[in-house]
């Protein structure tokens, strides 16, 4: 079954350090990936998404994700960590074999001062 | 544009009660859709719709209905109400079955 995995239910950085939320999909090759970010007592919205015109996305707030085939994989990165990116990111991919979504279970990032 | 509303934004309502959550976008978009997030059970959908008049079950329908008379309202209803269902409901719309969807602010339902 089609199915996205995020590693790690809590991640905690400090102030200026690297993020890295991890996010692997199955299947063939999806035509469009998604992050959302979810600030808290907020819905989602769209942090970046994936549409193969190039395996690097950037995305708003200075993040971004490399799509990455032969891993399966799209991380997300940012290269230093700002108190305001405390939130949870969920990965996402449209389902093939009808009209949703597949989310994954959702990251919640602290950021530590 | 406001984008995607949901009202109301809080409620409470005791066992057996009946409520209905309005979702309206103003993007004209096709595609709608009911979510309930719980702590440690991630986005889970309830129904969605993919245009005026369509309705189809999600993962977790059991317990709600549905309707889209207008392409631009969603709502989802709550006959009667149980404890279970207290939880965090989220409309989104998409004009796509592939693209990015977008999410309303939430509706905070507890169920006493």
């Excluded at chain 1, 997300?76 to 449209?94: G, I, R």
């Excluded at chain 2, 057996?16 to 309930?36: F, I, K, P, V």
């Excluded at chain 2, 993919?50 to 993962?59: D, F, M």
């Amino acid at each position: 079954a089609q199915s996205v995995t995020q590693l790690g239910s809590h991640v905690s950085v400090s102030e200026g350090a690297l993020v890295l939320l991890r996010c692997n999909y199955s299947s063939s090759v999806p035509p469009y990936l998604f992050w959302y970010v979810q600030y808290p007592n907020q819905g989602l919205q769209l942090l970046l998404k994936y549409t193969s015109a190039a395996t690097l996305v950037k995305g708003i707030n200075g993040f971004e994700a490399e799509f990455k085939k032969s891993e399966t994989s799209f991380h997300l990165t940012k290269p230093s960590a700002h108190m305001s990116d405390a939130a949870e990111y969920f990965c996402a991919v449209p389902y093939t074999g009808g009209f949703k979504t597949i989310f994954g279970a959702g990251t919640r990032l602290f950021v530590k001062a | 544009n406001a984008g995607v509303t949901q009202t109301p934004k809080f409620r409470v309502l005791k066992t057996g009660q009946s409520m209905t959550l309005l979702c309206a976008q103003d993007m004209n978009h096709e595609y709608m859709y009911w979510y309930r997030q719980d702590p440690g059970m991630g986005l889970r959908l309830i129904h969605y719709s993919v245009g005026e008049g369509t309705t189809a079950k999600g993962e977790v329908p059991d317990g709600y209905n549905v309707s889209r008379l207008k392409k631009q309202n969603f709502l989802l209803g709550l006959e009667s109400a149980a404890p279970s269902q207290t939880s965090v409901y989220f409309c989104a719309s998409s004009g796509d079955r592939v693209h990015e969807q977008y999410f309303g602010p939430g509706t905070r339902l507890t169920v006493t």
